[in-house]
């Protein structure tokens, strides 16, 4: 495959943000175009360390996606959905400005955020027959993960399976990668479970504040 044929080498553009806007597509869109992101060539080097954002002390990008987690790398699950956060153009400076709080803070510091929202908070918990919506970014646990919602699907089964874009992925050579993944949703006695592990919660794009500008791939229409 040509390289320029990935998601990622789409050139980006910005956009005003507008109350009618329609952000789930944002998401979905901005997520979508990062398929493909790797530690294993330059180019996608270049585009993976755009969207994780500065360092930070506000230095340019360069996180060590060279290296294989756990060998002085980073897992990139959470800085991947802060990145498109950040593209969304979320009224938050924590989030607009870089990499905030400390890397092992996960996804904190946006859902942080998204509680102290009022009158009513973003950050959705899981209830029975509830469940994330395309463009929520959902937290589960044991381990820690997060991934970006792009859409649903109806196994042949009858069950239900929740499509993502999710950075912390393995690739080449062992390296993070953006990979969409395919994951069963059910209820039990844990709660909301996604594959095998349970549902923290997720943030609901559609109640957070945005001032843009809003970041979108050279094909997007709003």
Known sequence: MNPRDLPYAEPLRAIPWTPDLDMRAVMVANARSC?????????????????????????????PLHKAYGRGGVST??????????????ACADIRDGYADDIGSGLDVAIAFARRLSPRSAWIRPAPG??????????????????????????????????????????????QQVSVCRRPWREDARGAVLGTRRVDGWIDVMMLPYDGPVVVPESFVP
């Open 130 to 175: 509830l469940r994330p919506s395309p463009g929520d970014v959902v937290q589960v646990l044991g381990p820690m993960h997060v991934a970006t919602v792009v859409a649903w699907e109806d196994a042949p089964d009858g069950s239900l399976a929740c499509v993502s874009v999710d950075g912390g992925q393995v690739g080449l050579d062992g390296l």
């Open 35 to 63: 398929v493909g992101m790797h530690g294993g060539t330059r180019e996608s080097v270049a585009a993976f360390q755009a969207l994780l954002g500065p360092m930070r002390d506000g230095a340019p990008p360069a996180w």
């Open 77 to 90: 699950c959470a800085m991947v959905a802060l990145g498109l956060l950040r593209r969304a153009g979320v």
